[in-house]
């Protein structure tokens, strides 16, 4: 009994993904005889029909469809394989695929990147920002190697991502110089509800960090009047700077703004059931810490590559 081969299962995804013979050989660089032949030969060998043949079209079958489940899964195993094969050669060539937060991969990842290349010139890193859900996501289905993200990691993912904390970071209320509060020191918890917000979109750990605070601290974060709801830090500090806004923005994305006085964070004070004088005796004032955390898939291969870079980031 012949064994099936890789070449064979590449030749059968490529007329799947095409439903088209001649299509699937082009793609492949042989000849539409070699693609029927390679089809027939499976079908011949295991009894099945894998396409449905309607004149000039032809259709995949149940065999079909079952089949095409587990190739993608073996070549998976083999790409896998592979890398790791190459990566014996001392860390000399390979790639390192990140997907990060914004914030992160704005502000806290270059430096990692640059010590990592310094030591290692020859890997290549393929780092793709979105927000932490899509990261989530990415790293679940093995898009990438590492995730690094801002929110909290969804009970669902809890069985397949492994999480670890690498840092931290505070969120901050932050004004331009035409709101009220910029030229106050600090605001009250209360008053919060008193201006405009701009918000970050849902799944983006910003955003779930603000939320969580606002609920710790006993506001419904639905009774904010948001204005706007934009998908990046820096199209919301771009717009503060003119309007009567407020937003919930990382420190290490507003040190610049706030240094040159373009942009302020204000303190918010505790006032909740205290009269005056007992405010002014206790440090009321509120923060927002949120961890940066590292998520890995709990059960697939991890490279060298891969290891050597969550030492840099530890």
Same mark, same amino acid.
């Given at each position: 009994?012949?064994?099936?081969?890789?070449?064979?299962?590449?030749?059968?995804?490529?007329?799947?993904?095409? @439903?088209?013979?001649?299509?699937?050989?082009?793609? @492949?660089?042989?000849?539409?005889?070699?693609?029927?032949?390679?089809?027939?030969?499976?079908?011949?060998?295991?009894?099945?029909?894998?396409?449905?043949?309607?004149?000039?079209?032809?259709?995949?079958?149940?065999?079909?469809?079952?089949?095409?489940?587990?190739?993608?899964?073996?070549?998976?195993?083999?790409?896998?394989?592979?890398?790791?094969?190459?990566?014996?050669?001392?860390?000399?060539?390979?790639?390192?695929?990140?997907?990060?937060?914004?914030?992160?991969?704005?502000?806290?990842?270059?430096?990692?990147?640059?010590?990592?290349?310094?030591?290692?010139?020859?890997?290549?890193?393929?780092?793709?920002?979105?927000?932490?859900?899509?990261?989530?996501?990415?790293?679940?289905?093995?898009?990438?190697?590492?995730?690094?993200?801002?929110?909290?990691?969804?009970?669902?993912?809890?069985?397949?991502?492994?999480?670890?904390?690498?840092?931290?970071?505070?969120?901050?209320?932050?004004?331009?110089?035409?709101?009220?509060?910029?030229?106050?020191?600090?605001?009250?918890?209360?008053? @919060?509800?008193?201006?405009?917000?701009?918000?970050?979109?849902?799944?983006?750990?910003?955003?779930?960090?603000?939320?969580?605070?606002?609920?710790?601290?006993?506001?419904?974060?639905?009774?904010?009047?948001?204005?706007?709801?934009?998908?990046?830090?820096?199209?919301?500090?771009?717009?503060?700077?003119?309007?009567?806004?407020?937003?919930?923005?990382?420190?290490?994305?507003?040190?610049?703004?706030?240094?040159?006085?373009?942009?302020?964070?204000?303190?918010?004070?505790?006032?909740?059931?205290?009269?005056?004088?007992?405010?002014?005796?206790?440090?009321?004032?509120?923060?927002?810490?949120?961890?940066?955390?590292?998520?890995?898939?709990?059960?697939?291969?991890?490279?060298?590559?891969?290891?050597?870079?969550?030492?840099?980031?530890?």
């Amino acid at each position: 009994m012949a064994q099936m081969t890789l070449d064979q299962l590449r030749v059968f995804l490529a007329v799947a993904e095409h @439903l088209h013979f001649t299509r699937a050989a082009d793609t @492949l660089y042989i000849t539409q005889p070699a693609v029927s032949a390679a089809i027939q030969n499976l079908e011949t060998e295991y009894g099945v029909k894998l396409f449905h043949r309607l004149g000039r079209h032809i259709e995949i079958t149940e065999a079909g469809e079952l089949l095409k489940l587990e190739a993608l899964k073996i070549l998976d195993q083999v790409a896998l394989t592979e890398r790791a094969l190459k990566e014996l050669n001392n860390l000399q060539r390979g790639e390192l695929k990140i997907g990060s937060s914004l914030t992160i991969g704005n502000y806290w990842l270059p430096e990692k990147i640059s010590h990592f290349q310094r030591n290692y010139p020859q890997i290549s890193i393929n780092c793709t920002l979105a927000n932490s859900e899509e990261i989530c996501l990415g790293t679940e289905a093995g898009k990438f190697d590492l995730g690094l993200i801002e929110g909290e990691v969804k009970s669902s993912f809890n069985d397949i991502l492994h999480q670890e904390e690498i840092g931290s970071d505070r969120l901050l209320v932050i004004v331009g110089r035409q709101h009220p509060w910029f030229k106050q020191e600090k605001i009250k918890l209360t008053e @919060l509800k008193n201006t405009d917000w701009i918000m970050r979109e849902s799944g983006s750990g910003t955003q779930q960090r603000l939320e969580e605070a606002l609920i710790k601290w006993g506001i419904n974060p639905k009774i904010l009047k948001t204005t706007l709801i934009l998908n990046t830090g820096e199209m919301i500090k771009a717009i503060l700077e003119d309007t009567q806004c407020a937003a919930g923005i990382s420190e290490l994305m507003v040190k610049k703004e706030i240094e040159l006085g373009t942009l302020k964070a204000v303190k918010i004070i505790d006032d909740r059931g205290l009269s005056i004088t007992e405010q002014k005796k206790k440090n009321l004032e509120l923060d927002m810490i949120r961890p940066f955390l590292k998520i890995k898939h709990s059960e697939r291969f991890q490279t060298r590559i891969s290891q050597v870079f969550e030492k840099i980031l530890s």
